[in-house]
């Protein structure tokens, strides 16, 4: 059953054990990878609204990250902060 009480079919039980069976900080580490992907996306076309909401979602999954990922990330993180900046002022 469903937390509203419907009864789940069989795809949403198959659903809800792929789901169970996710690694967090993999899907951590993909949504800040593609954050900042879609990051310099909007720098380049100047959409510095959504440049910058972009941004700020990496800066708050980096330090839920470890290691190598995290320094990578950071490191890219400080190259958009740059490009946010220089691009707010062009």
Same mark, same amino acid.
């Given at each position: 059953? $469903?937390?509203?009480?419907? !009864?789940?079919? !069989?795809?949403?039980? $198959?659903?809800? =054990?792929? @789901?169970?069976? *996710?690694? +967090?900080?993999?899907?951590?580490?993909?949504?800040?990878?593609? *954050? $900042?992907?879609?990051?310099?996306?909007?720098?380049? #076309? &100047?959409?510095?609204?959504?440049?910058?909401?972009?941004?700020? &979602? @990496?800066? =708050?999954? +980096? !330090?839920?990250?470890? &290691?190598?990922? %995290? #320094?990578?990330?950071? #490191?890219?993180?400080? &190259?958009? %902060? +740059?490009?946010? +900046?220089?691009?707010?002022?062009?």
């Amino acid at each position: 059953m $469903a937390d509203d009480g419907t !009864p789940l079919t !069989p795809e949403s039980d $198959a659903l809800l =054990a792929e @789901v169970a069976g *996710l690694d +967090v900080k993999q899907l951590l580490m993909g949504a800040a990878s593609t *954050l $900042a992907s879609l990051a310099y996306a909007k720098l380049e #076309r &100047g959409d510095l609204a959504q440049a910058k909401l972009a941004i700020d &979602g @990496v800066a =708050a999954l +980096v !330090p839920l990250l470890e &290691g190598d990922l %995290q #320094r990578d990330l950071e #490191r890219a993180l400080t &190259g958009l %902060q +740059v490009a946010f +900046v220089d691009a707010a002022k062009a």
